[in-house]
């Protein structure tokens, strides 16, 4: 099941946007919609250039099928878009 475009609006309405790099609370460089790595597995530092919310929006997008797939390997009951 993939992410539909209703749970993308609401996980980036909960995420917030940061066009610079910030600390996350555990830490850790984070920047756009709460991404820590790049398309490719380079990770964020507090060095990076700022990105606009449409590149932010990209990121979130390139990394989603990595969670979705992680959340897919560990619910084994059928589930619904919904």
Do not use: H
């Not at 555990?26 to 990770?43: C, D």
């Not at 606009?52 to 897919?72: D, H, M, N, Q, R």
């Amino acid at each position: 099941m993939k992410t539909s475009q209703k749970g993308i609006n609401l996980i980036l309405s909960f995420e917030g946007f940061s066009s610079k790099p910030y600390l996350d609370s555990a830490g850790i460089p984070t920047i756009g919609y709460g991404n820590t790595y790049y398309p490719g597995g380079k990770k964020v530092t507090m060095k990076d250039p700022s990105i606009s919310k449409e590149k932010g929006a990209e990121l979130f997008a390139s990394v989603l099928p990595t969670y979705e797939k992680i959340v897919k390997n560990k619910i084994k009951i059928a589930l619904t878009q919904n």
